[in-house]
């Protein structure tokens, strides 16, 4: 199922997804002529640091979410080196084309078969080309999906989310990379690492960040109660737990 994102709030407070996204393109080899693929670019934050980086390359910047593309493309005005392409990782088709590498940040935990994932990544990339990426990992906000799970079994919400599914997948490493060498990489490493944050605007970004499956769930005007009760009964200063899952690998 496709996310009811909202390009302009979550360009706005996703700066800790921003930094990750700068930390993760360190990892990445490149000359600077060649063609990457953004796989979840979101709001186009960290396609922007990526195109700083491929002066006379070209970025395909892939997103499932319309208005995503749409924060993307404002934000990416008048740069002709990159092409935008609305589409599910699951269905990649880049129309015969191959890429030098994939770059992803924030987006492969929203996607539950990471068999059916790296496989269409593989398909994507050249021989030899570099998959680099994070994602939520195994334990990953564990502290607040716990509390949210807690304030959705309330009578005010619990009708509203009788029989839902948290739709994340947070794997582990030792999995991951078995998937990765099964899709065909020749290489592969994954590792787990912990990145708690401490968000701007907490209310807004459990909201539009962390909580948006179980928001689409939820009448409108339960929506900003369900947030307000999840951030009373965390600690204060909020902290939202993160812990990220690394992945390079080469085709």
Known sequence: MSRAWDGRTYDRVGTPQAEWGRAVLERLDLAGDETVCDAGCGSGRVTEMLLERLPRGRVIAVDGS?????????????????????????????????????????????????????ARLHAALRPGGQLVAQCGGRGNLGRVLARAAAVAA???????????????RFADAPGTEALLRGAGFAAARAWLQAAPVHPPEPPVFLGSVILT?????????????????VLAGLPEPFEADYVRLNLDAVA
Request: hydrophobic share 45%.
């Open 66 to 118: 319309a208005s995503m593309l749409e924060a993307a493309r404002e934000r990416l005005t008048g740069d002709d080196r990159v092409e935008f392409l609305e589409a599910d990782l699951l269905a990649l088709d880049l129309g015969g084309r191959t890429v030098d590498a994939v770059l992803s940040t924030a987006t492969f935990h929203w996607i539950k078969d990471h068999a059916g994932l790296f």
């Open 154 to 168: 309330e009578p005010a919400y619990a009708p509203h989310l009788t029989g839902f599914v948290d739709p994340h």
């Open 213 to 229: 499956a179980w928001l689409e769930h939820l009448p409108e005007d339960r929506r900003g109660p369900f947030v307000d009760q």
